[in-house]
């Protein structure tokens, strides 16, 4: 890798940044709750650590092996799956996530992200004004509801075909059948064995 390029990076990264918090009026007093605290992020595949260090108006990116109040390691693979808490424990336990120091931090540093919601309308009305940036804005959310829409539909053919042509996975019926019959099947066991040593007795 370049040497350059990871300095690039983190300064793209934070004037990225930097112009999303402005366009958000409600990132400031959420930021003010992460400044001072450093979080740190390496990927298995790229031998690099970013580091992050939030201030009251801003986050900075940064590069470097010191402590820091929390640092994450992970692969490519498991990084989609951070945003759910719930994948946490399976993830460390695969031993395809690695956290050192206060989990918190990590999750406010997550949460500030999620929770970051730039006006685009707004800044997009100072190039062709409110008329064209309203009419921009409610085509980006029906095309958001389109593909929310999209995608609901896909995960429930997906589950179907799962269920009912490729025999993956059963389907509710096929379940309270199999309850069924592993009951009458339990029921006949313990009919067998009292028969079984009524016989013994004799």
């Keep these: 890798m370049l040497p350059l390029l990871p300095q690039l990076l983190c300064a793209a990264a934070e004037k990225a940044i930097a112009r999303l918090i402005t366009m958000d009026p409600d990132a400031r007093p959420r930021l003010a709750r992460l400044a001072g605290k450093q979080l740190s992020f390496r990927l ?16 900075l990116f940064n590069q ?5 109040d929390c640092a994450i390691q992970t692969d490519m693979a498991s990084l989609r799956l951070l945003r759910d808490p719930s994948q946490l424990t399976r993830l460390i336990k695969a031993d395809a996530l690695q956290i050192d120091g206060d989990i918190q931090v990590a999750q406010q540093y997550s949460g500030f992200f999620q929770q970051l919601d730039p006006d685009w309308q707004q800044s997009l009305s100072r190039y062709i004004g409110d008329a064209g940036a309203h009419k921009v804005g409610h085509s980006l959310a029906q095309l958001q509801q389109y593909l929310s829409a999209k995608g609901q539909a896909l ?3 997906t589950t179907e075909l799962a269920q009912d042509e490729l025999k993956l996975s059963p389907g509710k019926t096929e379940m309270a059948l199999f ?12 009919v067998f064995q009292q028969q079984l040593l009524a016989v ?3």
């Excluded at 298995?44 to 986050?59: F, N, Q």
């Excluded at 309850?179 to 313990?190: F, G, M, R």
């Design 44 to 59: 298995k595949e790229w031998p690099i650590t970013l580091v992050l260090s939030a201030t009251s108006d801003s986050i």
């Design 179 to 190: 309850s069924q019959a592993v009951s009458e099947l339990a029921a006949q066991v313990d």
């Design 200 to 202: 013994q007795e004799l």
């Design 155 to 157: 995960q429930q053919m």
């Design 64 to 68: 470097h092996d010191e402590p820091v």
